[in-house]
């Protein structure tokens, strides 16, 4: 019998690294994450391309620009304000605070920087505007379920 492989329907778990350009890990996960391939999930597309094919155990690498990542830093989603017209609850950096426009969406932003009495909130994600290395390896491999299928979502695989 083969080896499985990743491929459409298949629950696919991944430990995976984020790197900036400067080698930087803006993120890590040692503990396996699953997604269904080939399904609805939050992979980027150029990441879930590259995965199709791979076995257990192999490791790739994915570059991703700001375009086909998180996009670039939007300097509309960034406000300044007096520090005295903050709640003090969100009076240090990376605070989450939540902001609803008039429609009634709402988006999260944090704080960014609070420099003498001003404090500085951003709601774009914190890797907008930068180019992203995905180091992945394929920690295992199976076939989703039919609720799998649907909803996208995978269950930790037990063996």
């Known amino acids: ?32 994450v699953y ?20 076995e257990l155990g192999d490791s ?10 998180f996009g670039y830093h939007d300097p509309q989603m960034t406000f300044t304000d007096d520090i005295d017209n903050v709640p003090p609850q969100f009076r240090h950096v990376g605070a989450e605070v939540q902001m609803q426009k008039d429609s009634g969406e709402t988006r999260s932003f944090f704080v960014s920087k609070i420099d003498e009495n001003r404090l500085t909130v951003d709601g774009n994600h914190p890797f907008a505007g930068k180019t992203l290395t995905y180091a992945l390896t394929v920690a295992d491999i199976r076939d989703a379920s039919e609720d799998e299928k649907r909803k996208g979502v995978a269950k930790p695989i037990v063996h």
């Open 1 to 32: 019998m083969s080896a499985p492989t990743v491929s459409k329907h298949k629950v696919v778990a991944i430990t995976y690294s984020i790197i900036d350009e400067s080698g930087v890990i803006l993120e890590q996960s040692d503990i396996p």
């Open 35 to 54: 997604y269904v391939h080939g399904g609805p999930n939050d992979m980027f597309p150029d990441v879930e391309a590259a995965l199709e094919g791979c």
């Open 60 to 69: 790739i690498e994915v570059v991703l620009p700001p375009e086909k990542a």
